[in-house]
């Protein structure tokens, strides 16, 4: 159990933040010393949300553990450069799945198996765990007060006060105050309902946070410590801001960090110093100058599903002082003649990650068009895969070479299933079979890098560990003809069975990578591949200026 515990709900309307406000005061918190943990509670009842549409729920995001969680856990691990696991992100699925299956062994002894106590209980128990040797446990509960599936998480955490103790715990409601522009005005109804709503099932929140296009007045303030049982200190505004590091600075500036300080009887174990993110702030805030970048995916218009990568772009720009301007392209497009015009005004090339046939054929030609023209190109996951297949069929001249995934019958399946493999020093078959998880390769797993290579260069190591999330794999069978064409195999699993990142000679900057490196960039530790990349990208357009 941890020794202090702070709950956030939301209310009034859903994504106000509550993802990047739990990340925030995490960050504050760390920055006094105490050692926290972030988890979220989704009250959705798919058992893990890799399988589920990114579409509908944005980005799946991957932990070293390989568990596949939602977004907001990438919004904790940027802000406050912890490592978590599987224990920081349960779905109510998860919370049925336990209760049932103990009841299926008879470990209830024919007693009812019920919501109280026997729901409540679990969801508890896993909130204990996540918090264990913390000093302080922040709990998201997805979702908005006044939804059905929320109610068991709400009643849980009402108990928690009782197990954990009165001053131990803090409740942190986060609302929306709208601007209603006709009458010129701050209304904060919404926010007294909300609040209501959540007093009627018990929980009294300290904190209100709200949300609002602009700063809320004294009167508004007042009004809704007032109504809503607060002090007035206790109604934090976070206002819009141009880049969502500057949240915690705002909160900052609102005395959020002293009031839950304050509030938990917590003893700071230093002073915090928020030099460096000021710094990092203000360069996303006043770049030098851009350096625009094509982003050749499918679906570009959902930009949510790639929210890591997105964001890992901000962290190498800050670090250099540049704006990254994304293009977003969407690979289908590059499949019409005269797509070259769309590739034209761009200093660099990136293929993410992806599923699905659709847009193959683009993504290649994309390919094709850094390589021939040296533009700066990096390759990610389903664009290593890209990349491989380009390099195949163009250069080494396997004709119809393709990926096993799109084309069962190439007669050069260059990149193909892997039928099993070592995760932590347990071996993984494929599980074809099994319809949650196990078929892909999930997680961190080390990669060796080859010295005088750029990806050497890049990470100045030998030695690095990296997530994955994907099912296909380079072909050991042909690595000797593409090797003898010029694909140099920079990086590979320790025991040579995977191939791990490619790249190519003669070439300003040309590299993939099998693995997601959007998934350890951290505002104050960019990722180093992106960060040459966007680097090597602002160099090509220095070098188009001075043509
Ligand atoms: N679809 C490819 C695979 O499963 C690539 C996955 C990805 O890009 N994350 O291997």
Same mark, same amino acid.
């Given at each position: 159990m941890a020794k202090k515990y702070i709950f956030i709900t939301g209310g009034v !309307?859903? #994504?106000?933040g509550k993802g990047i406000t739990s990340a925030s005061l995490g960050f504050l918190l760390m920055s006094y010393g105490l050692k926290i943990s972030i988890v979220k509670i989704d009250p959705?009842?798919?058992? *893990?949300?890799? =399988?589920?549409?990114p579409y509908q729920h944005g980005e799946v995001y991957v932990l070293d553990d390989g568990a596949e969680t939602d977004l907001d856990l990438g919004h904790y691990e940027r802000f406050t450069g912890l490592t978590l696991s599987k224990k920081n992100n349960f779905t109510t699925g998860q919370v049925y799945y336990s209760v049932i299956r103990r009841e299926r062994r008879g470990d209830y002894l024919g007693k009812t198996v019920q919501v109280i106590p026997h729901i409540t209980d679990e969801i508890k128990r896993r909130i204990k765990e996540a918090g264990k040797d913390k000093d302080v446990l922040i709990v998201e509960i997805g979702g =908005?007060?006044? *939804?059905?599936?929320g109610l068991p998480f709400l009643e849980a955490i009402r108990q928690m006060r009782y197990d954990a103790g009165r001053d131990n715990c803090l409740y942190i409601h986060l609302t929306l105050v709208p601007y209603i522009k006709v009458a010129g005005e701050l209304k904060t109804k919404p926010t007294q309902h909300s609040v209501k709503e959540l007093q009627s099932i018990g929980i009294s929140p300290d904190i209100i946070v709200c949300r609002s296009e602009k700063r809320l007045t004294k009167e508004a303030k007042e009004k809704i410590a007032m109504f809503c049982n607060v002090?007035? /200190?206790?109604?934090i505004n976070a206002v819009d801001v141009? =880049? !969502?590091?500057?949240i915690p600075l705002r909160f900052r500036k609102e005395r959020l960090d002293d009031l839950v300080i304050k509030k938990l009887g917590i003893t700071p174990k230093k002073e915090p110093d928020f030099t460096e993110w000021e710094k990092m702030v203000e360069a996303i805030k006043k770049p030098k100058d851009t350096v625009r970048i094509a982003f050749v995916g499918?679906?570009?218009?959902?930009k949510e599903s790639y929210k890591s990568l997105v964001e890992s772009f901000v962290h190498a720009g800050a670090s250099l002082n540049l704006k990254v301007d994304l293009k977003w392209i969407?690979? /289908?497009?590059? /499949?019409?003649?005269?797509?070259e015009e769309l590739l034209k005004d761009v200093h660099g090339i990136l293929v993410p990650g992806g599923f699905g046939p659709r847009g193959i054929e683009g993504k290649i030609r994309a390919i094709k068009y850094a390589r021939e023209n040296n533009v700066p190109f990096l390759g990610i996951c389903l664009g290593m895969q890209a990349a491989v297949v380009e390099f195949a069929r163009?250069?080494?001249?396997?004709?119809?070479?393709? #990926?096993e995934e799109f084309?069962?019958? +190439?007669?050069?399946?260059?990149i193909h299933l892997a039928k099993k493999w070592e995760k932590d020093g347990k071996i993984i078959e494929r599980d074809?079979? +099994?319809?949650?998880? @196990?078929t892909m390769r999930l997680g961190a797993y080390p990669c060796v890098i080859k010295l005088s290579t750029l990806a050497y260069e890049v990470y100045k190591r030998k030695k690095i560990s990296e997530r994955h999330r994907h099912r296909y794999e380079f072909n050991n069978e042909y690595r000797d003809v593409l090797e003898r064409h @010029?694909?140099? !195999?920079s990086g590979e699993s320790p025991d040579r069975e995977f191939v791990e990142i490619v790249e190519l000679k003669d070439h300003p900057f040309f590299i993939a990578v099998q693995f997601h490196p959007e998934f350890k #960039?951290?505002?104050?530790?960019?990722h180093p591949v992106i960060k040459m990349f966007v680097e090597k990208s602002y160099e090509s357009k220095g070098s188009e200026k001075a043509n």
């Open positions: !309307v859903s #994504s106000l959705y009842i798919n058992v *893990d949300p890799g =399988t589920m549409n =908005t007060i006044g *939804d059905i599936e002090e007035k /200190e206790a109604v141009d =880049t !969502v590091y500057e499918k679906y570009v218009g959902l969407e690979a /289908e497009d590059l /499949e019409n003649d005269g797509f163009n250069v080494a001249r396997l004709e119809g070479a393709h #990926s084309d069962k019958s +190439s007669p050069h399946k260059v074809e079979t +099994s319809d949650k998880g @196990g @010029g694909l140099v !195999v #960039s951290r505002p104050l530790s960019p």
